[in-house]
């Protein structure tokens, strides 16, 4: 009796941090395709560059979640167990590539344009009467890349967006508040990206915006 009850105990135990198989999308079965873009003042930056598998040795980090870039500006989010479901996060994909992204600025490593850096506190934006203004971090996020029309703003705790379908769309922005942000270039391509790799394609992106703010007081548009 007290070996099945030992049994009983360590099966729940088992049951409580495996991994279910109907656990919230993406699975480790799932192969979603996300633009993401870098936008400084007003104009886009390089797409992040390599695809991390490293040829004979994997970069450690896509080893362990299998999400990455091919120099298009598209993620390629085919998870492992430590970036499927709800630990699908935006910060696993800077982390790969060593960005930094937060409410101080955005941080390139040495391998990624150049390694500059946006501060919050020093660097600035000109406006549209070409004076300089003060810039904040905003990350915007499409539920769809076909579709401008609907979307949230963030301006904190950037990490931890949820990344929760597939061919949504990220513009990652050091901007002035208020400043107009685009959708990633990448989105317009995502079509032909999509169907060059797995022969399947969304439609074409819809202009026009309206964005939701996230940690923010107010809704607004743009």
């Given at each position: 009796?007290?070996?099945?009850v030992?049994?009983?105990?360590?099966?729940?135990?088992?049951?409580?941090?495996?991994?279910?198989?109907?656990?919230?999308p993406?699975?480790?079965?799932?192969?979603?395709?996300?633009?993401?873009?870098?936008?400084?003042?007003?104009?886009?930056?390089?797409?992040?560059?390599?695809?991390?598998?490293?040829?004979?040795?994997?970069?450690?980090?896509?080893?362990?979640?299998?999400?990455?870039?091919?120099?298009?500006?598209?993620?390629?989010?085919?998870p492992?167990?430590?970036?499927?479901?709800?630990?699908?996060?935006?910060?696993?994909?800077?982390?790969?590539?060593?960005?930094?992204?937060?409410?101080?600025?955005?941080?390139?490593?040495?391998?990624?344009?150049?390694?500059?850096?946006?501060?919050?506190d020093?660097?600035?934006?000109?406006?549209?009467?070409?004076?300089?203004?003060?810039?904040?971090?905003?990350?915007?996020?499409?539920?769809?890349?076909?579709?401008?029309?609907?979307?949230?703003?963030?301006?904190?705790?950037?990490?931890?967006?949820?990344?929760?379908?597939?061919?949504?769309?990220?513009?990652?922005?050091?901007?002035?508040?208020?400043?107009?942000?685009?959708?990633?270039?990448?989105?317009?391509?995502?079509?032909?990206?999509?169907?060059?790799?797995?022969?399947?394609?969304?439609?074409?992106?819809?202009?026009?915006?309206?964005?939701?703010?996230?940690?923010?007081?107010?809704?607004?548009?743009?």
């Open positions: 009796m007290a070996v099945v030992i049994l009983g105990f360590g099966l729940i135990s088992y049951a409580r941090q495996a991994p279910s198989v109907t656990d919230t993406p699975t480790v079965s799932d192969r979603w395709h996300i633009p993401i873009g870098f936008y400084h003042c007003d104009s886009f930056l390089q797409d992040l560059q390599g695809d991390k598998q490293g040829g004979d040795v994997a970069d450690p980090n896509f080893t362990k979640y299998g999400v990455f870039s091919k120099d298009d500006g598209v993620i390629r989010w085919y492992q167990i430590a970036a499927a479901g709800k630990k699908a996060k935006l910060g696993v994909y800077l982390e790969t590539y060593g960005v930094t992204v937060d409410t101080k600025g955005i941080t390139f490593p040495a391998d990624q344009n150049k390694g500059v850096s946006y501060k919050v020093t660097d600035k934006c000109k406006d549209e009467n070409g004076k300089e203004v003060d810039a904040t971090v905003q990350v915007i996020v499409w539920e769809k890349a076909s579709d401008s029309t609907v979307s949230k703003r963030y301006i904190t705790d950037f990490k931890n967006i949820r990344i929760d379908r597939d061919e949504m769309a990220i513009t990652i922005a050091f901007v002035p508040t208020g400043a107009e942000i685009p959708m990633p270039d990448s989105a317009e391509k995502l079509a032909e990206i999509v169907a060059a790799e797995y022969g399947a394609a969304p439609t074409t992106t819809v202009k026009g915006a309206t964005t939701t703010s996230v940690a923010a007081p107010t809704t607004t548009g743009g």
